[in-house]
């Protein structure tokens, strides 16, 4: 089994989720309809209703509750782009232009809370208090992640458990949420739960560690997005915290002037070379390798069955993906 083996054994579910999607976001004012389609027309993994749709086999599978759960935390997933890419100034996302280019920040910014509020609205089918408790905290903790992202920009004196303490809410407590409500909603026992939790919060800390280092290593054609764009947008990743602590003083003199100075002094090309060849990629991927195997162990817990085996696939590409 491979990853569009996971893929298509889904494929049902998946279309329906896709389906339902469009059908959240649809609105009679016609600008506020294009901009919350134009993200869904780029496409994406959906990896947070895949995490959804296999946890859900490990209890008993409701297919519809399922969906709508999957949904809402798309939703959720889809309007912290819409905000992010303000946020970052970004003209693309998949290699399509944003919200935020394609109209304006006032319109990109309305978007996202537009889509926060069906997300809201939809998850308010199950009924399940400990499932909107569940969701609500996690909206909560993931803006507190944003806000330290804005506090950190161009900040070059950060912490490695500063960086792991924004990345955990900003990325892996949606994956991490996605397994545990799976698992929740189809009624699978406390402690499988607990692991599914567990697996999804190291996956999601693995996924963006080999995030930002293929911002700084991949292809620009296969990102979909300017190679760089986390330091040209004065966001400090891995990557960049070990090469200034690891490179001679005259390149860490190079990142901290670039840095202080919010990019006027230095070009990003050539910090970017000096991030390269300091050994914070390299850093960053074993890291991102510990993670990934944190994942694998917690799998081991569950019982044999081809959700288990799904899931430690999608870990492994996680990590060895080029996009």
Known sequence: MNLQDIYQNLK??????????????????????DSATHLLKAGG?????????LAGHMGTYDADRLQQVAVALELIHMATL?????????DLRRGKKTVKAEWDNRVAMYTGDYIFARALEGITRIQNPEVQHILSSAIMRMCQGEITQIEDLYNPRQSLRRYLHRIKKKTALLM???????????????????????????VGMAFQLTDDVLDITGDEQVLGKPAGSDLRQGNV???????IAHVSPSNREKILSHLESEGKNGSAEEILAVVRMSGGVEYTMELSRRYLQK????LEFLPSSHARESLRLIAEFIVRRSY
């Open 295 to 298: 994942a694998i162990l917690s």
């Open 82 to 90: 819409v905000h992010d890419d303000v946020i970052d100034d970004a």
């Open 176 to 202: 991490a949420i996605s397994c545990r409500l799976g698992a929740l909603v189809s009624g699978a026992d406390p402690e499988m739960v607990r692991r599914l939790y567990a697996y999804g919060y190291y």
């Open 12 to 33: 049902k579910d998946l279309q329906r989720i896709e389906e339902k999607l469009q059908e959240s976001v649809k609105t009679n004012h016609a600008e506020l309809h």
């Open 237 to 243: 990743t891995l990557p960049v915290i070990y090469a």
């Open 45 to 53: 993994k959906r990896m947070r209703p895949v995490f959804v749709l």
